[in-house]
Nanobody
Framework: QVQLVESGGGLVQPGGSLRLSCAASGFTFSSYSMSWDRQAPGKERGLVAFSSGTGEITYYADSVKGRFTISRDNAKNTVYLQMNSLKPEETAVYYC?????WGQGTQVTVSS
């Protein structure tokens, strides 16, 4: 069965960095686009970043352009989200998605 397992969340100070990972299994990873969403408390869930199956095409929400980078290692069936210059308002649960499935999410808290 399809499984997506996120990791790498945690507490970071404003301006800090985190790298999220999402390990996928149960499907041909390289054939599917992957994305990262986030949902902050009391707010709607929204797309943060997207990667095509090969990683050649990426998309970012305007709010994270230039600070976040989505990448993937198809040999490891893993997609990453490198997050730099984090802001307190980016405190949220971050979800990895692909092949019409979503992971359980990983909490990112940006606070001093």
């Amino acid at each position: 069965q399809v499984q997506l397992v996120e990791s790498g969340g945690g507490l970071v100070q404003p301006g800090g960095s985190l790298r999220l990972s999402c390990a996928a299994s149960g499907f041909t990873f390289s054939s599917y686009s992957m994305s990262w969403d986030r949902q902050a408390p009391g707010k709607e869930r929204g797309l943060v970043a997207f990667s095509s199956g090969t990683g050649e095409i990426t998309y970012y929400a305007d709010s994270v352009k230039g600070r976040f980078t989505i990448s993937r290692d198809n040999a490891k069936n893993t997609v990453y989200l490198q997050m730099n210059s984090l802001k307190p308002e980016e405190t949220a649960v971050y979800y990895c998605g692909g092949n019409r499935h979503w992971g359980q999410g990983t909490q990112v808290t940006v606070s001093s």
